[in-house]
Each structure stands twice: as C-alpha cells, then as structure tokens.
C-alpha cells in the first residue's frame, strides 16, 4: 500500500514512520507535483491546523486533495488531520455556537479545538479503539468533538465523548497512534 | 523520564515544519498566525531592541503575555532568565505552553540552569554543540535551539552551533560502543544521552535554528543544514513588511529544497531588517550560560 502523507508541517516524519510499521511504503507531499506518485491512502498528521490549512491553500493543494478525497479517496486524520477535516469548528462567538469550517468539511462532525486547555492540559490515558482494548492515546493540545451526526461510526471516547470516528472513506482521531 | 517530559517531547514534535515568531503585542501575533506561524514567542522587546535599549533584561509582564494568549489560538511561549526559577514558576502559573530559558535576557544565575525536570510546564533551551544540548536536556528540556546571536539579523552564529551539533552527532554515531563513555567526558554530557545519540544518530528532542534568521533563504539554509523548524526573532517585525515576510518564511521552511519557489518567495519583499554584523559587536548573548 502506498501512503501520500501531507508534509507542509507538523509531525509528518512520525506519521510516515507509523504507516512504514505497518507495512506500508510511503511519500511525502510538500507541493502539487508530489501529487502526481498516486496513493492509496492520504493521512494527515499532527500539527498547527491554521499552518497546514493556510499552506494547503498557498502551495495549491488544497482542490486537488479535497477531490480526491470526494472521490472516496482513503483518509487518515489526527489531531490537526482532524480539524481540517470536520464540517464544523465549535465557535462560542457565533450565533449558534458552530462556524462551518474553512477547510475540507468533509466529515459531519463538530470540532472543539485545544479543547482541554493549553499544554499543561495535555495527557495520556489507555483505552478500546475499534475493539482493541489497552490502546495508549496521547493528547497533544487536543481537539474534541463535540456532536457527530448518526451516520458517523464512533470508534472510541473519553470520558464519555467521541474520540475517534468513521466516516465513508476517513478514519479520524483527536489523539495520536503515532506516537 | 517522566510521563510529562514525554508528552512535552510530543508537543514540540507537533511544532517541527514550522516557524515561531517573536510578537510583543495581540495585534502582532495575530498577523503572525495569519502568516502561518505555528507558535509565537512573546516578548516586551524584540532581540533586536533589547540590544539597542541595554541594561537588564527580565521576563515580560504576564499581562502583555496574557494579552497574547488571548488573541490567537497557537501555542504561545515566553522567556525566563536563564535560571530564574521563579520566573518559570509564574509563567508556568499563566499556563505558557513551552518557557524558553533563554540567553536573550540577562541571566540571573551564572552557573546553573533550571532543573527543569520539577516542571510540569515544557522548556526550549538554546545549545551550540552537542555538549551543552544534551546537559540541557539532561535538566530536563524537550526542545532544543541553537543560540546564534540575537537580535544581530547575521546568521553566521546559528549555521555555526548548527554544523558543529550535526558534526558532533555523526563522531557520535561513528563510534565503537566501548568509546561512547570518554565521548561523554568529553562532551561533558550524561552518557545515556550520549548513547541516544550514537543509536539514533540524532537529538532525543526537536531541534530547531534559532537567531538572525533574516530571509526565506536564511530559514532554508538552517533546514539544509539539519534544522527542524526555525524561530524568527528580530527579522519579521523589524522588516518593511512584516506579514509577507512572515508568509514567505513559513513557505521556504516547507519547501526548502525547491529553490524555484524560495526564488519566488524572495522577490519585493520590502527591506529586510538592516541588521549588524555578529563580530561587531559588544555584547555576546550566546556565552551566556553554557
């Protein structure tokens, strides 16, 4: 299987290595040309969502990638992944509480971002995904969801709320399996 | 190592690709994090202007860092002196996300440095060589820099401690096992970092490039040269435009090795901060601390 893993910033260098674990060969995408290897798979790592997001849009990457994922494309998304990938962003500034995303707003879910609070709020806990028991997950700065509409399959929760989540062709989480 | 050195580790990961700038007000870090910035340091005075206005340089007041934290949504850092503990407690008391014990302000202990290990909070450290980066991150950093020279706008520091760090890490890495105990003598250095370093052939932290970062080309040299992500300290805010600057800088560290874009982002923009040449001057901020 061949990953395209989005490499404009953040911690792309540990989500190829996870996927390289698991077997697969993978590539970097930095501009538009990268684009031409084909993938299997786009997995979008951890980082700065505002950076990835603005150097999406400035490094001309951001139609092509979003009609491949329209396309049904396979996605991986952590944590910034994630943001960019929601309908809509938590916004208590609005008038009902949600923004409609800026980016891909893909995914039919609401993202609360650094929604534990700044660093100090950063954790780690031990839980089932998708069936797998006593897997460690990692909160960087996380974001949460908070509502997901019905048709998203949810694979794990904390305290109660989603975690991770499927959706037709993406698979998303707020924590990091990479790490 | 404890759980929260790791998940401090982990954060800085997240910054790696980026750049983190220098802002002394909201409105500043809000054009830098429009520009791309994936943290901002934030300061009363810039590098620049610290070494212009001379006299004592302290930790900036939590309320103008406060002001900051409120207006943009990336990670937020701020300078202590080097070992001040204090100033580190009261920053990490208005949830900083990283602290960085910095050689920018007047250090307020000549010999010691932090035992950052007793901190929840993360520190960044600025190293020269390998030596003085794994002694920090023995105290307890989960991020290292180089030095360069502050404020200065001349990169000829930074490409220096950069070289010299990935210069010493290859003798590391090329080293029989039984060697690796006088090699941690030498380096002054604790020696299961050191036998990090000859098994992994790299930090055990992210490393970035830090002081007289100017350019689109200066952040792309300190990427060639091994960098991780770089701070811009003085050269965006003391430039004539400082939001198109800032973006082409975030562009260039993305791109380094695409020498038809870092053309491109170099063109118009606007003076670059004029600067002074690291030789000429007085005071030397990167002997501070070693």
């Known amino acids: 299987m061949k990953v395209g893993v989005l490499s404009v910033q953040g911690a792309f260098a540990e989500m190829e290595a996870y996927w390289r674990r698991h077997g697969a060969e993978t590539f970097e995408i930095r501009q538009l040309a990268d684009l031409e290897r084909g993938m299997d798979l786009l997995a979008l790592p951890g980082g700065e969502s505002t950076v990835q997001g603005k150097l999406l849009k400035d490094l001309g990457l951001f139609e092509p990638l979003k009609e491949r994922i329209d396309g049904g494309l396979p996605v991986f998304a952590v944590c910034a992944g994630l943001i960019l990938l929601a309908e809509k962003i938590d916004d208590p500034g609005s008038r009902d509480g ?30 089932t995904w998708d069936g797998h028991p006593n897997t460690p997950m990692t909160f960087i700065r996380a974001p949460a969801i908070t509502a997901v509409q019905p048709e998203v399959e949810i694979l794990s929760t904390f305290n109660g709320q989603p975690t991770s989540v499927r959706y037709r062709n993406i698979t998303a989480s707020t924590w990091h399996p990479e790490l | 190592m404890n759980d929260r050195q790791e998940l401090n580790r982990n954060l800085a990961q997240m910054l790696k690709g980026g750049v983190i700038m220098d802002v002394t007000t909201p409105e500043q870090a809000k054009i830098a994090e429009a520009a791309g910035a994936c943290a901002v340091m934030a300061l009363e005075r ?9 006299g004592v340089s302290r930790m900036s007041d939590p309320a103008m860092i406060k002001g900051i934290q409120a207006a943009v949504s990336i990670p937020v850092m701020a300078k202590c002196r080097i070992g001040h503990i204090a100033e580190a407690r009261i920053l990490e008391a208005i949830e900083i996300d990283y602290i960085d014990e910095s050689e920018v302000l007047s250090p307020a202990d000549d010999t010691r440095h932090i035992d950052k290990t007793k901190f929840a909070v993360p520190f960044v450290c600025g190293a020269r060589d390998l030596g003085e980066a794994l002694r920090r991150i023995g105290e307890g950093a989960t991020m290292i820099r180089t030095k360069g020279e502050p404020g200065t706008g001349d990169v000829v520091q930074a490409v220096r401690h950069m070289r010299k760090m990935q210069g010493e890490i290859r003798r590391v890495v090329s080293l029989r096992e039984d060697e690796l105990y006088e090699a941690a003598k030498e380096l002054a250095a604790p020696l299961d970092l050191v036998k990090f370093v000859h098994a992994n052939g790299k ?4 490393n970035f490039a830090a002081g007289g970062v100017a350019t689109p080309a200066d952040a792309a040299l300190m990427m060639e040269l091994g960098a991780e992500g770089v701070f811009v300290g003085s050269g965006i805010f003391k430039s004539g435009d400082p939001a198109k600057r800032a973006a082409a800088i975030v562009q260039a560290v993305t791109n380094w090795q695409d020498a038809k874009l870092l053309a491109k982002l170099s063109e118009n ?3 670059a901060m004029v600067g002074i040449n690291a030789e000429e001057i007085e005071t030397i901020m990167e002997e501070r601390g070693k």
């Open chain 2, 203 to 206: 930090l055990p932290v992210v």
């Open chain 1, 98 to 127: 949600t923004r409609p995303s800026q980016w891909f707003g893909v995914l039919p879910v609401t993202v609360k971002r650094n929604a534990y609070g700044r660093q100090l709020g950063s954790f780690t806990t031990v839980g």
């Open chain 2, 46 to 54: 810039i590098p620049a202007d610290i070494r212009a206005a001379g």
């Open chain 2, 269 to 271: 923009l606007g003076p």
